[in-house]
């Protein structure tokens, strides 16, 4: 079965700052992992997805994730923060059980960006 | 191109109450899926449809049901609405090897 935990429900980080969102997945067979954006009041938006191709993976508005299957790892980061990022982030790995194919969320980072 | 749209984006019920969260896709994905959002704890999946004519229970099923009208539709209803209804309701459309396509979403508050 597949699982994702992200660390730390709140982040804040200064404008200009680097971004680390952290992400760990759980999986019995190669992932498809996905980072999601949502804005207040709004749906959740798709950042980048990893689906074996290649384990750096860029995504829209500056982000980017390193896959690293040693660590089970898929963190999120972006080199200078800027006030539209704050927002909440979703990590999110596909689920191959049975035929669902669904995505499976972890519980979300909210990122504050102080001027 | 409209993608996923979900009526209606706003809803308050009174306990008992029912009522059906529509959603319509425009992208041709064979599965559809609805989920709950809730403050610490992220999406939770409550059903899914992984084609035409087929409905399946996720995580959180109790309380619901759907129907899986034809390929773009796929409605979410309660029947007797209860305070822990109370949540945003997202639903998405993906095929496979896709990522998932998401609504803008509906506000339910069960009073």
């Known amino acids: 079965a597949q699982s994702v935990t992200q660390l730390g429900s709140h982040v804040s980080v200064s404008e200009g700052a680097l971004v680390l969102l952290r992400c760990n997945y759980s999986?019995?067979?190669?992932?498809?992992l996905f980072w999601y954006v949502q804005y207040p009041n709004q749906g959740l938006q798709l950042l980048l997805k990893?689906?074996?191709?290649?384990?750096l993976v860029k995504g829209i508005n500056g982000f980017e994730a390193e896959f690293k299957k040693s660590e089970t790892s898929f963190h999120l980061t972006k080199p200078s923060a800027h006030m539209s990022d704050a927002a909440e982030y979703f990590c999110?790995?596909?689920?191959?059980?049975?035929?669902?194919?669904?995505?499976?969320f972890g519980k979300g980072t909210k990122l504050s960006v102080k001027p | 191109n409209a993608g996923v749209t979900q009526t209606p984006k706003f809803q308050v019920l009174k306990t008992g109450q029912s009522m059906t969260l529509q959603c319509a896709q425009d992208?041709?994905?064979?599965?559809m899926y609805w989920y709950r959002q809730d403050p610490g704890m992220g999406l939770r999946l409550i059903y899914y449809?992984?084609?035409?004519?087929?409905?399946d229970k996720g995580e959180v099923p109790n309380g619901y049901n759907v129907s899986r009208l034809n390929k773009r539709e796929f409605s979410l209803r309660l029947e007797s609405a209860a305070p822990s209804q109370t949540s945003v309701y997202f639903c998405?459309?993906?095929?496979?090897?896709?990522?998932?396509?998401f609504g803008q979403g509906t506000r339910l508050t069960v009073v």
């Open positions: 992208m041709n994905h064979n599965s």
């Open positions: 999986s019995s067979v190669p992932p498809y």
């Open positions: 999110a790995v596909r689920n191959y059980g049975g035929s669902q194919g669904n995505l499976i």
């Open positions: 998405a459309s993906s095929n496979l090897n896709t990522e998932a396509f």
């Open positions: 990893y689906t074996s191709a290649a384990t």
């Open positions: 449809s992984a084609s035409e004519g087929t409905t």
